[in-house]
């Protein structure tokens, strides 16, 4: 081939290629030009940027050893590790420092930091140390030293400061600031012994504590009960005190807390002289007010008072209400007392109002009350008239109760009726009535019903106080008058009378009562149900059935109610064969549409036993499963009463069983916190610091979930001291920052608040409002339940604003919480005025808590009509009563002296809602027994409780015992000890282990036996329960002094109460 071929060839191929790319340019032009413009907008975009380095480049060590020319060189880098923290240069400078032999200041809490995170061995960094500090004894300094344990110290790693401690060569000794970084470390890890370890240490050194030092040892010694340290101490700190005080050396709190200890050691005489020098708070004196009134000793009062006016402080409304009922008896002081009040209180309202009267009423001073109406009348709040009239009714002047409502509320009553409302709620309603009622003014009682005639809810209310009263009679006539108005009737009406009939036991007229509804075309399914309850009552069940078809035949549909009527009566039937029938019932409910509810179940449960067959067992855990409604607490608590009767393992604790024993591997914060959770729930706060100092160690973050747990674990164990040390410590650490939220601070706010220290609660609120921690509606109840358990509702208005300005609604709790301050401090006019308010501005409606805490109040005022009246609107309202609604209610009409009405009370409610009075259901009632003076019927309460299988409480033995040997029944008194105590002779039916009561009380014991020892019959009896006591229960233990009464045939006035000493065994009693 020649060069010309050649040529013309490859021109030939070159121009076929450049055909083929064109054409394929051609063919993707739209891709190329996309391709060409994100070309462009990149370089416009970015052309002119350089690429960041990445955020490990800044690092500028590397990894490698570095080699320096001199020990300056190494400091430097030393200190420009630790400002970037890199662990790792750290290391390098560390092993660049050990090879010059020149003094360097080196950082040795970041060298021990940076090798814990390099998972070095603890003892491999001992060696280190120890290496270090022996070569540069001469020049390390111990600021250094305490630098280090400090950082330890901070992360609770007290393990590893142990072997700080004990590597320290010769020459270096601890210090003022080495033994507080110490004793707080041990402090906040509750290791007490170690604290007290610490201080004697430093004694034998003649080491000088620093102020914070000290408070840490006022702090371990209130913690461990131990008055006499924290009094020496306290009495040590008092002259730095008095030169500088300040928030940082002398916190209101520790004050707080030893005048805390101090009235629970009944040492409060003793120690008000320190007090003399130290500032003082409100609230202190407040405290130390309540405990003088609470020992009824009038002298510490004058002390306390007087204390309290040389400080210069001004008392609060509450402070003057409790000095007022500490002087009672003493009305000259009372008058003073009222009379400063009102003019330093100028808007003193109820709360002292109720405590001046209150003081009139048990002392029958009607000049001061009428003094006191004098002042208020010029300018009369309702609440006010409310306490006057109650005060009045209360003493039986019902003269006067009439003239209040017919004077003073006048000018209340015209401005209620051009509102619109009457100025009346039903509680004050009664109490008018009643007193016109019993005084025989009927206008009066006319008028109050004849107000607004056709007003059917006050007509039912009335007709339910009838049928209270067992007045039939007087229920139709209500009726009568309602209907003769021309008011709307409606079912409503008709089924408060056929109730009425129900509650006065006229099972005749409630049925004819039954067809007249019929004919009127009222009769609905809470007719049939009324009925039916009543059939069941007096033990037709075969009526009650009856009555279940002929709902159907009147096309109304059977509900839950219905049957859940007869399933309780056939399972609380004596006879076999209509207990047997319960799961045809229950079949004939699931077939007529209606599904068993938790109250099905409850009731089932309840029947369960360790005789019951397999077969209801089975069946019965079936029906809980197939249910519709969610397992709440009280069923859940039915369900664990039934396993533990019939022999099943407790379901509770399963859980938490597994976590404990298991094989749990910790790999991040939130297994810590699980871990916490469940050590902390099992009393077990070792494993619980345990825990958390290992996370700490190993530079594990915790989460706000984490710091949740553990902060809940140290409050639960009963310590939320401890937990707001630890949190205030996390608080100052950097790592930590953002971890704390309100839920965290709300567990040690509820922890100090169960301790009912309103002081601490309140700084601990001024904190988090410092640190901006974001409030929720769950901090602002907890606030209000420091209130009310303190009595102190006057903060409460305070607490209210700060929730409107933070825009949070009060919830159901926040009323309740409420509604309980005011019944605990006798304020039952504002607890019903704030149930109408809840209900009008929150449309919220009264839940079992909020019904148990009117009723408490109403006890607690010995208001039994308004209590009898509060259970009804809850049974109305479909609220079930508990066994504390029981206890309530014996307590109320224990006050009233209606012993009798206790025990109906408790039979029926317990009958009508399937309830098993508990232990203290039965020690109120044998309080009612013994109040009045029926040692016969607390006998038999007590052995209806030996039957039942309820084991008694030590109040109950105490009481009877007590009684007992009042009337000089000695041997029943010798009775009832030998069943305490499980010893032989005892009352027959106490020959049983649920006898047996562990802890009865000291002073109950020795006064008994001293009393019995007073006479010649009781002296016997005693000597032969300490002969026998001594054989068969040796280590029970009986005061010395009783014991040598008895024997040597003295009694009475021989034997004084004795606290046993919490020394270390000195002046302790001896064991039979």
Not at 420 to 436: F, K, P, Y
Not at 712 to 720: F, I, K, L, R
Request: glycine share 6%; net charge neutral; proline share 3%.
């Amino acid at each position: 081939m020649n060069s010309s071929s050649y040529i013309s060839d490859t021109s030939m191929v070159e121009a076929d290629f450049l055909t083929q790319a064109w054409s394929f340019i051609i063919s993707a032009r739209l891709e190329l030009s996309l391709f060409v413009a994100a070309l462009v907008a990149h370089l416009l975009l970015f052309g002119q940027s350089t690429p960041q380095k990445s955020k490990r480049s800044k690092e500028t060590f590397s990894s490698s050893p570095q080699h320096f020319s001199n020990a300056k060189e190494v400091e430097s880098a030393f200190a420009e590790a630790v400002r970037g923290g890199h662990a790792r240069q750290v290391l390098n400078c560390w092993s660049a420092a050990k090879k010059f032999p020149d003094a360097m200041d080196i950082p040795l809490a970041n060298v021990v930091e940076a090798m814990q995170r390099f998972k070095k061995d603890g003892d491999y960094i001992a060696r280190e140390l120890s290496a270090y500090l022996t070569k540069h004894r001469s020049t390390c300094k111990m600021q250094t030293i305490n630098d280090l344990l400090d950082s330890l110290a901070k992360r609770h790693d007290s393990d590893f400061v142990d072997s700080v401690l004990k590597i320290l060569p010769a020459g270096f000794t601890l210090d003022s600031r080495s033994y507080e970084i110490l004793m707080n470390m041990h402090f906040t890890m509750r290791n007490f012994q170690r604290v007290n370890a610490m201080v004697e240490q430093a004694k034998a050194a003649k080491v000088p504590l620093t102020t914070r030092a000290s408070i840490v040892i006022i702090k371990t010694a209130l913690k461990t009960e131990n008055f006499e340290d924290a009094l020496a101490t306290f009495r040590e700190l008092k002259s730095l005190w008095q030169g500088h005080v300040g928030p940082s050396t002398a916190p209101r709190q520790i004050v707080a807390q030893l005048v805390d200890m101090a009235c629970k050691e009944h040492e409060l005489k003793r120690f008000l002289p320190e007090l003399a020098s130290v500032p003082l708070t409100e609230e202190v004196i407040h405290l130390m007010v309540m405990e003088a009134v609470r020992e009824k000793d009038v002298e510490l009062l004058e002390q306390v008072e007087r204390l309290g006016r040389e400080k210069g402080l001004a008392f609060s409304e509450s402070t003057y209400g409790m000095l007022i009922k500490g002087y009672k008896g003493r009305d000259d002081k009372v008058e003073n007392l009222f009379s400063e009040a009102l003019e330093k209180k100028s808007d003193a309202g109820p709360e002292l109002c109720l405590a001046l009267l209150l003081c009139c009423q048990q002392t029958r001073n009607f000049a001061l009350a009428e003094s006191a109406y004098k002042h208020f009348s010029k300018q009369m709040s309702l609440s006010v008239l409310a306490a006057f009239i109650r005060f009045h009714s209360e003493v039986e002047n019902y003269e006067r109760v009439c003239d209040l409502y017919e004077k003073d509320a006048a000018p209340l009553r015209e401005k209620a009726t051009g509102e619109g409302r009457s100025i009346l709620d039903s509680r004050m309603e009664r109490c008018v009535m009643n007193a016109a009622l019993k005084c025989g003014r009927s206008t009066l009682a006319q008028s109050l019903l004849s107000e607004n005639p056709s007003d059917v809810a006050k007509h039912i209310t009335m007709i339910r106080n009838c049928a209270a009263e067992q007045n039939l009679e007087g229920a139709m006539n209500v009726f009568e008058s309602l209907k003769q108005s021309g008011a709307e009737m409606n079912s409503v009406v008709y089924n408060t009378v056929l109730d009425a009939c129900v509650e006065c036991s006229q099972l005749g007229k409630a049925q004819s009562w039954m067809e007249q509804m019929k004919k009127d075309g009222m009769s609905d399914v809470v007719s049939y149900n009324t009925l039916i309850k009543a059939q069941l009552q007096a033990g037709n069940m075969k009526k009650a059935r009856a009555l279940v078809d002929e709902m159907r035949e009147e096309k109304l549909q059977p509900n839950c109610i219905t049957f859940n009527e007869i399933v309780n009566a056939t399972v609380c039937s004596s006879d076999k064969r209509v207990r047997s029938e319960v799961w045809t019932i229950i079949q004939e409910m699931q077939n007529v549409g209606v599904r068993p509810n938790q109250v099905t179940c409850s009731i089932l449960l309840k029947n369960l036993n360790s005789s019951s067959p397999e077969s209801d067992i089975n069946q019965t855990m079936s029906l809980i499963n197939g249910m519709e409604e969610q397992l709440d607490e009280v069923l859940l608590s039915s369900v664990v009463e039934a396993c533990v009767r019939i022999g099943k393992p407790d379901l509770l604790n399963t859980k938490l069983r597994q976590l404990m024993s298991g094989d749990i591997k910790v790999n991040g914060s939130h297994t810590f916190g699980s871990l916490i959770k469940a050590y902390g729930h099992a009393k077990d706060m070792k494993s619980v610091w345990r825990c958390w100092k290992e996370m700490r160690t190993r530079h594990i973050k915790p989460t706000s979930i984490t710091v949740g747990c553990m902060i809940e674990a140290v409050v639960s164990n009963g310590d939320p001291d401890g937990a707001w040390h630890l949190i205030q410590e996390l608080g100052e650490d950097p790592n930590c920052k953002g971890i704390l939220n309100a839920v965290i601070y709300c567990s040690v706010l509820k922890g100090f608040t169960r301790e009912k220290n309103a002081a601490k609660v309140w700084a601990v609120y001024e904190e988090m409002q410092k640190r901006n921690i974001d409030l929720s509606i769950v901090t602002y109840n907890t606030l209000l339940d420091c209130c009310a358990r303190c009595c102190r509702m006057d903060g409460v208005p305070a607490i209210i604003e700060d929730m409107k300005k933070a825009k949070i609604k009060p919830n159901i709790i926040t009323y309740s919480t409420m509604l309980k301050g005011h019944c605990q401090t006798g304020d039952i006019s504002a607890a019903f005025k704030l149930v109408k308010e809840m209900r009008e501005e929150a449309d919220l409606v009264p839940d079992e808590i909020m019904y148990n805490s009117l009723l408490d109040g109403c006890a607690q005022s010995s208001l039994v009509d308004d209590g009898l009246r509060v259970l009804r609107e809850m049974e109305d309202a479909g609220v079930k009563p508990s066994n504390f609604t029981l206890s309530v209610l014996v307590k109320l009409m224990s006050r009233a002296r209606r012993v009798d009405y206790a025990f109906e009370l408790v039979q029926e409610l317990s009958e009508k809602y399937h309830l098993s009075p508990n232990s203290h259901v039965y020690a109120n009632l044998v309080q009612a027994c013994c109040f009045s003076k029926q040692l016969q019927r607390g006998l038999k309460t007590l052995e209806e409780m030996m039957d039942r299988k309820v084991q008694p409480d030590k109040r109950t033995y105490s009481m009877l015992l007590r009684l007992a040997v009042q009337q000089s029944h000695f041997e029943k008194a010798d009775g009832l000890l030998r069943g305490a105590f499980g010893v032989s002779g005892a009352l027959p039916f106490l020959n049983t282990p649920w006898a047996i009561c562990q802890g009865v009380e000291e002073a109950a014991l020795s006064e008994t036996l001293s009393s019995m020892a007073g006479s010649p019959e009781g002296n016997k009896a005693a000597a032969g329960f300490l002969v026998d006591v001594r054989k068969e229960k040796p280590n029970v233990w009986i005061d010395p002094s009783v014991q040598r009464c008895v024997l040597q045939g003295t009694g009475g006035s021989t034997w004084t109460e004795r606290r046993p000493s919490k020394g270390k065994g000195k002046g302790k009693g001896q064991r039979m």
